[in-house]
């Protein structure tokens, strides 16, 4: 059975590159119908934090990525570490090193030239061992070259001189990373390795652990880095780069996972846009490319956009109203008016979150003209004039609705004998305060009787 696992450190949100490897984590795993685990590897207690925790866990759960059973914490396997960590002492494996250091990095980095704990006898061992002296546990690198098979890559050697005797278990009892995670991995189960290739460079301490301690080695897929546009690797610089700012902007999960799931892995004939469904039938670790991706803002913004055409309105409306709500400015007698305006813009929009600017003129009291459209269509007499028959007009339509409002409009364009334009575009002007809006019949009805007679009025006040 195929398990997979996504082992983030909760010392910072969840990055999209974190998000990128537990999605294909994940589509792998429930592609061949086996098993997802979440491993907390929270065992630097400095840097990992509740809050970090909460939100990863909450990122996973907006994009959908569920796992099987409980949640692990290598906090609390400390003592599972310990006896292997033994084990590899009692099978000559590893090693006490008393060693005096500085601080704790500067042990598990020391140089070893100068480091003969290896050769202590063994009463000698046993006799530091029971005293407060601080000791690491070293691991016994072999002399013999490690080989890394990765689906996606070239296979690559790592020659053994180049890799001292390195620290697995730390003087305050914590094992290492290199060291918890193949414990971890291995107990766990884990068959595919899949993460982000800054862990290249682990791998031969991982291997040769895996070796030492019998065992079973799993396949590794190193995926390459997510780059900003500069080709740099993606950061703060080039962009939000947590999975939580766009979950607060307005962005829908299903587009970020079908953007993520793009970075990096295609399917054979280009599809863009993908399902989720779609990605579980078509996912495979063949599709995943060697070269890095670049998360390009605009595209993502593009994709999101077409997810929200494709949303149903009454969602569309309610998370229109959740964002109304955080603003303050909803009011709980209007969801139908809410649900019209969500309609109107649904195909203007690229996150909900747009709506708010998008529809201002809308949900605002007043609005302000912007000077060019002003001067473009509202500067004539002769518009003037025919705003005054428009509000005419209009102040006596007893029906709102938009399509009487055309049959009303159409009428007095046919009476003035003027072009529709001459009514539409001043008339857009004066009512949203900019040259671009949706259709102005259905602007009107939005805007209800009043807002519109008092905008007509403003500019007419305003040429006199
Ligand atoms: N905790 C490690 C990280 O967040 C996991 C590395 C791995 O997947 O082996 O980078």
Redesign the pocket.
Same mark, same amino acid.
């Given at each position: 059975m195929i398990r997979t +696992?996504?082992?983030?450190?909760p !010392?910072g949100y969840l990055h999209l590159g =974190?998000a990128r !490897?537990a999605l294909y984590s994940w589509l792998y795993a429930r592609k061949q119908h086996g098993e997802f685990i979440l491993r907390i590897?929270d065992t630097d207690a400095k840097r990992s934090s509740p809050k970090y925790l909460n939100s990863i866990i909450e990122s996973l759960e907006w994009l959908g990525i569920n796992w099987d059973g409980e949640v692990y914490f290598q906090s609390k396997r400390i003592e599972i570490y310990k006896e292997y960590a033994k084990k590899l002492i009692s099978s000559g494996r590893a090693y006490y090193c008393f060693c005096p250091a500085k601080g704790e990095e500067r042990k598990e980095e020391k140089e070893l030239e100068n480091c003969s704990c290896i050769n202590l006898p063994s009463s000698k061992t046993k006799e530091l061992e029971n005293s407060n002296i601080p000791k690491v546990i070293r691991f016994k690198v072999p002399k013999e070259s490690v080989k890394l098979y990765d689906l996606v890559r070239e296979e690559i050697t790592f020659q053994s001189d180049t890799i001292s005797d390195f620290v697995i278990l730390k003087s305050d009892g914590i094992a290492t990373?290199n060291f918890a995670?193949v414990i971890d991995?291995a107990l766990m189960k884990i068959t595919h $390795? $899949? +993460? =982000?290739d800054?862990?290249i460079s682990?791998t031969p301490r991982?291997l040769m652990l895996y070796k030492a301690l019998d065992f079973k080695i799993p396949k590794y897929v190193h995926l390459s880095m997510i780059l900003g546009s500069d080709r740099k690797r993606l950061s703060k610089r080039h962009g939000a780069t947590s999975v939580t700012y766009f979950k607060e902007n307005g962005y829908l999960p299903q587009a970020l996972i079908n953007y993520l799931s793009l970075l990096g892995w295609s399917t054979s004939d280009s599809q863009q846009i993908l399902s989720k469904e779609d990605l579980l039938n078509k996912f495979s670790l063949k599709g995943i490319s060697k070269n890095p991706a670049i998360f390009d803002y605009d595209k993502m913004l593009w994709m999101n956009g077409q997810y929200i055409r494709k949303m149903g309105i009454k969602e569309l409306t309610n998370r229109f109203i959740d964002y109304l709500k955080k603003e303050k400015i909803y009011l709980s007698s209007k969801d139908k008016w809410y649900q019209e305006i969500a309609a109107l813009h649904q195909s203007r929009i690229r996150t909900i979150r747009e709506l708010l600017p998008q529809t201002s003129y809308l949900l605002n009291k007043d609005i302000e003209i912007e000077e060019d459209a002003a001067n473009s269509y509202l500067n004539s007499k002769k518009t003037i004039e025919i705003l005054k028959e428009v509000r005419e007009f209009i102040a006596l339509a007893s029906d709102f609705s938009s399509n009487n409002l055309e049959e009303v409009l159409r009428n007095l364009i046919a009476k003035l004998k003027i072009e529709a334009k001459e009514i539409i575009h001043p008339l857009r002007v004066a009512l949203t305060g900019t040259t671009a809006s949706p259709g102005i019949f259905e602007v009107i009805h939005l805007l209800g009787k009043e807002k519109v007679l008092r905008r007509i009025d403003k500019v007419i006040q305003r040429s006199e």
């Open positions: +696992r996504f082992a983030p450190s !010392t =974190g !490897t590897e990373y995670v991995d $390795i $899949i +993460r =982000g800054d862990h682990n991982q």
